[in-house]
């Protein structure tokens, strides 16, 4: 069974400070990875995707990738309250179509 | 802007009907499409993978002749909940594959929220 672990939160961050994110996974063999951020009643919207080793940034965002250790990080810089949410470690099956999602990381930026 | 749309966004139904949903890409074309529910509170759960021209393919624990799946064009996939009773009640989320590239990145529509009485 191919898996995403997230740590289900909540995490608490004061505003303007980093927030970090963090999920492993068990396919080796994926390529494919993804955080999305879901507000409460909405369906996921894409935040970052990331294909290879390092770092990747946009914006506020900035998406950390360790193939060798299965491990995917997602920074937000300068957390803002409308960044409450929770945020779906997503990876890519590498034998099927399909994304596999972690449980998601409920974050909460305090004012 | 969007890339994926559902419809409808909201439905409240008797006990026993049918209810069919729309999943559409907007400006690409998929051969497949993905289809979850998400109970309140917990993580999207994948129900079936939608495919083009061809039967859908179900997750363990998900009635294939309860959840219909048609995939009947490139840009369109639907998901009927037949016979829908009080337990059915959920979010339904489907996504779609684009590519860039030789890469794709998974899209979600909106969603539906299915309320059975």
């Known amino acids: 069974q191919k898996e995403v672990e997230q740590n289900s939160g909540p995490l608490s961050v004061p505003e303007g400070a980093i927030a970090s994110l963090n999920c492993t996974y068990s396919d080796r063999g994926s390529q494919s990875f993804f955080w999305y951020r879901q507000y409460s009643g909405k369906s996921p919207e894409l935040i970052m995707s990331i294909y290879s080793n390092g770092d990747k940034e946009d914006g506020r965002f900035t998406a950390q990738l360790n193939k060798a250790s299965q491990y995917v990080s997602l920074l937000i810089r300068d957390s803002q309250p409308s960044d409450s949410a929770t945020y779906l470690c997503?990876?890519?099956?590498?034998?099927?179509?399909?994304?596999?999602f972690g449980s998601g990381t409920r974050l909460s930026i305090r004012p | 802007g969007a890339v994926v749309s559902q419809h409808p966004s909201r439905v409240i139904c008797k006990s026993g009907t049918s209810v069919k949903i729309e999943c559409r890409s907007l400006d690409f074309q998929a051969t497949t499409m993905f289809w979850y529910r998400q109970f309140p509170k917990q993580s999207l759960m994948l129900m079936a993978t939608?495919?083009?021209?061809?039967?859908?393919?179900?997750e363990q624990g998900v009635e294939k002749d309860k959840f219909l799946i048609n995939h009947a064009s490139l840009t369109l996939s639907t998901l009927t909940v037949t016979s829908a009773h009080p337990e059915d009640s959920s979010f339904y989320i489907c996504s779609a594959p684009k590519l860039a590239g030789a890469l794709d990145t998974q899209y979600f529509g909106p969603g539906t929220r299915l309320t059975v009485l």
């Open positions: 939608s495919n083009e021209g061809s039967k859908a393919t179900y």
């Open positions: 997503a990876v890519k099956d590498s034998s099927a179509s399909k994304i596999i």
